[in-house]
């Protein structure tokens, strides 16, 4: 969890506590847990994702204690999380069950099901709107309801045909690249998955680690890390063969007598965002790597990055796509494609744990560095005028200056 121990000086901080408090008091409006979550959804999502936790009204509280501040909620959460019991694990969770509410392809422009656009600023301009500056409650109760209005008129009831079903379930788009053996294979692992919060990382990590981690990393990192690979400090440039968001069922299995998914208990459905960027790939990667020596894939076919996250960080899971496929590579060409470099550097709460650590103490360690260079100077740098050294010439400047201030006062 990073640095967070400090010893002495216990009224000092007890005081900074309260101004601290004081500050947050003096200056934020009295807004609850409800206000915070569905005015700021995406910001919810992305500290869900980094704690790796699904609890929104909890995340809205840990952004209200931290003042908005994503690093500090993140790490009040998984600091909660980590007290949790776990009396049960979930039924492996079905994404091509996904009720979609959000599905587009980069790779064709008609898909089966067709492009569903849902919600996106994607095609917006960015323009400031002024006009929220001043909304008030009678306004957005005008605007919710014209709103509503408008979509209960174009509405049309869902009727199920080849592509799409009625209960919101769309086909993957590249099951019929896979079904005509233009994806390169890879081999079914159904091991059980490492809890990357339960065990130290290791390397060669598991990809079970590998996505998880990637999963809940800090948004910013994993986007910049992707980021450079695509420009070139990776292996090529995807193409995003398809995005899709909607809500998965979750599940679990009677604790005494456990059966099939039909026996199971049905807890609820958590919001997702899943992408499957497409890469060319010539055999290079370990997953496929055995399918190439048995003659199972071509000398040329398409690899598939494979990104999930919670609710709606679509950038951060076209990141995380891209990464995955970085880490599968066999030869470490770049630093995007070195487990040890990517997994430790995108975790947020590590990061800003060691990162602010360098505001505690550290007069041991600075005064033997110190030490080491008034040591060096004196026995290389000597003042060429009267032959002193550059520490006693700086002690007679020093001597001098206040010596001029007690006469100037």
């Not at 492009?115 to 323009?127: E, F, I, K, M």
């Not at 009678?138 to 049309?156: G, Q, T, V, Y």
């Not at 053996?181 to 890879?186: D, E, I, K, S, Y």
């Not at 459905?269 to 003659?295: I, N, R």
Request: with cysteine; proline share 5%.
């Amino acid at each position: 969890m990073g640095y967070v121990a400090v010893r002495g000086g216990g009224i000092a901080i007890e005081e900074s506590l309260k101004l601290l408090e004081f500050e947050r008091v003096r200056s934020s409006a009295a807004w609850g847990t409800d206000e915070i979550e569905h005015t700021f959804p995406e910001l919810i999502d992305q500290v869900m994702g980094e704690a790796s936790l699904y609890a929104p009204r909890l995340a809205a509280l840990a952004l209200k204690q931290a003042q908005g501040s994503p690093d500090e909620a993140v790490f009040l959460l998984r600091a909660f999380r980590s007290t949790l019991e776990r009396p049960y694990v979930s039924r492996p969770v079905d994404t091509a069950e996904l009720r979609i509410s959000r599905r587009i392809s980069a790779a064709f422009k008609d898909v089966p099901g067709g492009q569903v656009l849902g919600a996106t600023r994607d095609y917006s301009h960015r323009l400031l709107a002024f006009d929220l500056e001043t909304e008030g409650s009678e306004e957005l109760a005008d605007k919710r309801a014209e709103l509503a209005r408008h979509f209960a008129e174009i509405a049309s009831p869902q009727e199920g045909d080849a592509a799409g079903r009625s209960d919101g379930t769309l086909p993957r788009v590249l099951d019929y690249l896979r079904a005509e053996g233009l994806v390169a294979h890879v081999s079914d692992d159904d091991g059980e998955p490492v809890d990357a919060t339960m065990v130290p990382l290791t390397f060669p990590a598991p990809r079970s680690v590998r996505l998880q981690t990637l999963a809940r990393g800090m948004t910013q990192a994993v986007e910049a890390l992707g980021y450079a690979a695509i420009r070139g400090f990776g292996p090529a440039h995807p193409t995003v063969g398809e995005l899709r968001q909607g809500r998965a069922a979750v599940a679990v299995d009677h604790p005494l007598s456990p059966g099939g998914p039909e026996d199971a208990y049905y807890l609820g459905s958590v919001p997702l965002c899943e992408v499957e960027s497409v890469f060319m790939d010539e055999g290079g990667s370990s997953s496929d790597a055995a399918a190439f020596a048995s003659g199972q894939a071509s000398a040329l076919s398409l690899a598939v990055g494979y990104g999930l996250v919670f609710g709606r960080a679509e950038t951060k899971a076209i990141a995380m796509s891209v990464l995955d496929r970085c880490l599968d590579s066999d030869e470490v060409r770049y630093p995007t494609e070195d487990e040890e470099f990517v997994l430790y550097h995108v975790d947020g709460v590590e990061a800003t744990g060691f990162i602010s650590h360098l505001k505690l103490p550290h007069y041991v360690t600075f005064q033997s560095k110190l030490s080491s260079v008034r040591g060096t100077r004196d026995t290389a740098v000597i003042d060429p005028a009267s032959d002193r050294t550059a520490d006693q010439a700086a002690a007679a400047a020093l001597e001098s200056k206040e010596a001029c201030n007690a006469a100037a006062l």
